[in-house]
């Protein structure tokens, strides 16, 4: 989970901070965190030398997953959570993986201009108010490199009545950001910050719904 607005407003993994060192065992057996990241890692393309960030990284399980696909690329991880960092940091020290973690707000990302051949992020933008989806999207869009590739796996629209009833406690414990993601809007939001070729990849039922994959260019 990423600092996305004030600190008064920051809101943890799992939505309290005492639940953090349970983010890893709630993620893997309630949104088939194997699937899912399985088919994000296999559609991202970089140089083998290239740079790819990890945005809202949680505890590095995906961020490592892309080291091993990359293991000459510069890879990075940002998030907001430092008790979530730590874990994440042991974990890729665990694995052998050599990852550039930071702590930083998603709404102004510590990167230059066209710095990353591609951006990941799974699990976040439905933490964020669709006023800070927006400044988001436009930070990920000026640190992506022309012609780079941004990759989101979130929660969308339910496929069905019963992903609808799955999808309700998500709701109540993330509140309003979550109405424009239910609602299937982030594609549109991703075209108004200036992506291009956007694509649903992939959906997935879990137990808190339809987790959708979705694939963006930057022209």
């Avoid at 874990?87 to 930071?102: L, V």
């Amino acid at each position: 989970m990423m600092k996305t607005e004030e600190k008064d407003k920051y809101i943890p993994a799992l939505g309290f901070d005492f639940l953090t060192p349970f983010y890893d065992m709630a993620v893997k057996w309630t949104t088939r965190e194997t699937v899912f990241k399985e088919k994000l890692v296999g559609q991202v393309e970089i140089p083998a030398d290239g740079r790819l960030l990890d945005l809202a990284c949680g505890t590095a399980t995906l961020t490592i997953a892309l080291k091993k696909k990359f293991p000459k690329a510069k890879i990075y991880g940002l998030d907001g959570d430092a008790k979530i960092l730590n874990i994440a940091r042991r974990k890729a020290a665990a694995s052998g993986a050599e990852i550039n973690f930071t702590e930083s707000y998603s709404t102004a990302l510590p990167y230059p201009n066209e710095h990353f051949d591609a951006i990941v992020s799974t699990l976040f933008f439905h933490h964020l108010t669709p006023e800070n989806k927006r400044k988001t999207l436009l930070e990920v869009r000026r640190i992506l490199k022309t012609g780079g590739t941004l990759h989101i796996a979130d929660w969308g629209k339910p496929s069905n009545l019963l992903m609808k009833l799955a999808s309700m406690p998500v709701q109540w414990l993330d509140g309003a950001t979550t109405r424009d993601s239910y609602a299937g809007k982030l594609p549109e939001i991703m075209a108004e910050a200036g992506f291009s070729s956007i694509v649903e990849t992939a959906d997935f039922g879990t137990v808190f719904g339809t987790l959708r994959l979705h694939r963006a260019g930057k022209n």
